[in-house]
């Protein structure tokens, strides 16, 4: 499954950017999808993710009350709105898809996109 990601790119502190992901040629709703972010010497870290009924929906600590996960059935896309970003939020994002029906760690994704860059600066 290609998994076509879209959005990213660089702001200043405090601003927002909207990463949007689509399963090539297949439904949105067949899987588990999610956003993990990578940082320069750090792990990767699920920051956003839904369930394949799309009920159950979970953030990690740091983006709680910033970050936004969503999935839009009709235009067949996965979005993730970040707002306040903080120059801790730099990384390369990459949307990701399990056959599961619920993904609880990063390594559970079969499918990943090609990343993309988030930069915010101070």
């Known amino acids: 499954v290609q998994l076509q990601a879209f959005g990213g790119g660089s702001v200043q502190e405090g601003g927002s950017l909207r990463l949007s992901c689509a399963p090539a040629g297949r439904t949105v709703i067949a899987f588990a999808m999610g956003w993990v972010r990578q940082a320069p010497g750090k792990e990767r870290e699920i920051v956003g993710a839904?369930?394949?009924?799309?009920?159950?929906?979970s953030y990690a600590d740091s983006v709680k009350g910033r970050f936004t996960i969503s999935r839009d059935n009709a235009k067949n896309t996965v979005v993730l709105e970040m707002n306040n970003l903080k120059p801790e939020d730099t990384a390369v994002y990459y949307c990701a898809a399990g056959r599961a029906s619920l993904v609880t760690g990063w390594n559970g994704y079969d499918y990943w996109g090609q990343g993309t860059q988030v930069t915010v600066s101070s």
């Open positions: 839904i369930s394949r009924s799309g009920q159950t929906i």
